[in-house]
């Protein structure tokens, strides 16, 4: 891959409602056209979490345009190559995903689901705010690495290590 490459990636979560939106949101702001984000679930809720989307706002970043969509969509016939594809979920994680083309370079990125919080507004509030800074971490470690410079593995092994960042278990 040279400097001048674009790259798409492709961030996955069971419902698309919360998490994978997030990340999606951010890459794309954050990428500044180097990266072209988009995001999926293997059994989406339909609708985008509103709290995702007022946590982009938050973060001045593009907060319209999201849907919740099922990754079906990206298997298909003339959806974009990825070369990227990271879950950000254990359930998605876990599942057995359709065949992408391309041999995109695979991550988990789990991050807690912030739509899974019960308690006040505040609490709910924190949450995705934890979840969108975990994210954003991560993205702003993604877009240090030389990626040109990198064989495939030692890329993947990157990405890996990222994915431990923010506290969570090896």
Same mark, same amino acid.
């Given at each position: 891959m040279s400097p001048d490459t674009h790259y798409n990636a492709l961030f996955i979560c069971t419902g698309n409602s919360a998490r994978s939106i997030? =990340?999606? +949101?951010?890459?794309?702001a954050l990428g500044q056209g180097r990266f072209h984000a988009y995001? =999926?679930?293997?059994?989406p809720k339909g609708e985008v979490h509103p709290l995702a989307l007022a946590t982009l706002e938050r973060l001045r970043m593009p907060a319209a345009?999201?849907?919740s969509k099922s990754w079906d969509e990206f298997a298909a016939p003339g959806a974009p190559v990825f070369d990227f594809i990271?879950? #950000?979920?254990d359930n998605a994680a876990g599942e057995a995903c359709p065949f992408? &083309? +391309?041999?995109p370079v695979t991550a988990h990125w789990g991050v &807690?689901? &912030? =739509?899974? #919080?019960?308690?006040?507004e505040s609490q709910r509030l924190k949450a995705f705010q934890d979840a969108a800074l975990t994210l954003r971490k991560r993205i702003d470690l993604l877009l240090a690495l030389p990626i040109h410079q990198l064989d =495939?593995?030692?890329l993947q092994r990157a990405l890996q290590d990222i994915g431990r960042q923010s506290g969570e278990p090896a």
């Open positions: 997030l =990340a999606e +949101g951010i890459l794309n995001s =999926a679930g293997s059994q345009g999201y849907r990271f879950t #950000v979920c992408w &083309p +391309g041999q &807690p689901d &912030p =739509a899974a #919080v019960e308690g006040t =495939a593995l030692s």
